[in-house]
C-alpha cells in the first residue's frame, strides 16, 4: 500500500477558528512532511519529521503548529489563519534520509475567509 | 545550494507527439532527481526517479529520463503523449543528508487532439 491519505480534501474557516488537518500513512515510512502550495506554484516546504520529531521548520508562523503523535500520523492545527494563507495543503511521507522517494497525499484544499 | 530550474513554463503538444520536458539542477555532489505529475487540485505522483547508476531510467505510464552528468540536466521524455498526461510537472532534487526536496517551478503540458 503506498497510499498517504488526507482528511478533510476540504476545509473552510474564519480567521478566528481553530481546525486541523489529518495525514496518515502505513508504508513504514519514518519520515513525515507538510507542504503548502499555492495556485501554479510549486509546493513549499512547511515541517519535516523524522522519527516524530521535529526535523525542519522553514519558518513557518506559530500560527501552524505540526503534531506527529505515531509514526503513522501527522497533524497540523491551524489557529488565526490569515487570507493568504488559504491553499491547498499536502502531506508527505518518505523513508528516513535523502535516498527515498516522497510520497504524496492528495491535499486538503483550504480556503480561509 | 541545491536549485532546479525548469525552463518551459507551459508546453503544448499534439496527441501522439513525443515530448520532452527539461529540467536542469545546481548541486555540488551527486544529487537525487525526481520527476513528480500533478493533475489540477491533486497531491503530486511519483514518476521516475534517479539516485545512481544507469543514466536512463524508466517510470511509469511510458515515461523516461536521462540525466547527464556534464550538462547537469534530468529531462523528462515520453515518446507518445496521450491526453490525460496534460497536468503540471515538477522535477525535484534531494540534499544529501537532509529529508528536504527542493522544486522547480513547474511545467504545465497541454495536449490538444
Known amino acids: 500500500d503506498t497510499e498517504v491519505t488526507q482528511t478533510p480534501k476540504h476545509l473552510v474557516m474564519g480567521m478566528t477558528n481553530k481546525k486541523s488537518l489529518k495525514c496518515e500513512q502505513h508504508?513504514?515510512?519514518?519520515?513525515m512532511y507538510w507542504y503548502k502550495q499555492k495556485a501554479k506554484k510549486p509546493p513549499e516546504l512547511m515541517f519535516v519529521?523524522?522519527?516524530?520529531?521535529?526535523?525542519i521548520n522553514e519558518s513557518v508562523p506559530s500560527r501552524f503548529s505540526p503534531e506527529c503523535p505515531n509514526s503513522s500520523l501527522l497533524n497540523l492545527h491551524l489557529h488565526a489563519l490569515q487570507p493568504e494563507d488559504s491553499a491547498l495543503y499536502l502531506c508527505?511521507?518518505?523513508?528516513?534520509?535523502?535516498?527515498?522517494?516522497?510520497?504524496f497525499g492528495p491535499g486538503t484544499r483550504l480556503t480561509v475567509t | 545550494a541545491q536549485s532546479v530550474t525548469q525552463p518551459d513554463i507551459h508546453i503544448t503538444v499534439s496527441e501522439g507527439a513525443s515530448l520532452e520536458l527539461r529540467c536542469n539542477y545546481s548541486?555540488?555532489?551527486?544529487?537525487?532527481l525526481f520527476w513528480y505529475v500533478q493533475s489540477p487540485g491533486q497531491g503530486l505522483q511519483l514518476l521516475l526517479k534517479?539516485?545512481?547508476?544507469?543514466?536512463l531510467v524508466q517510470g511509469i505510464k511510458g515515461f523516461e529520463a536521462e540525466f547527464k552528468r556534464s550538462q547537469s540536466s534530468f529531462n523528462l521524455r515520453k515518446p507518445s503523449v496521450h491526453w490525460s498526461d496534460a497536468a503540471e510537472y515538477f522535477c525535484?532534487?534531494?540534499?544529501?543528508?537532509?529529508?528536504?526536496?527542493?522544486f522547480g517551478t513547474g511545467t504545465r503540458l497541454t495536449v490538444i487532439p
Open positions: 534517479y539516485f545512481s547508476g544507469d543514466t
Open positions: 519529521y523524522s522519527y516524530e520529531k521535529l526535523s
Open positions: 508527505a511521507s518518505s523513508g528516513a534520509g535523502p535516498r527515498h522517494e516522497q510520497y
Open positions: 548541486y555540488g555532489a551527486t544529487p537525487y
Open positions: 525535484a532534487v534531494g540534499a544529501t543528508g537532509a529529508n528536504n526536496l527542493f
Open positions: 508504508m513504514g515510512h519514518r519520515a
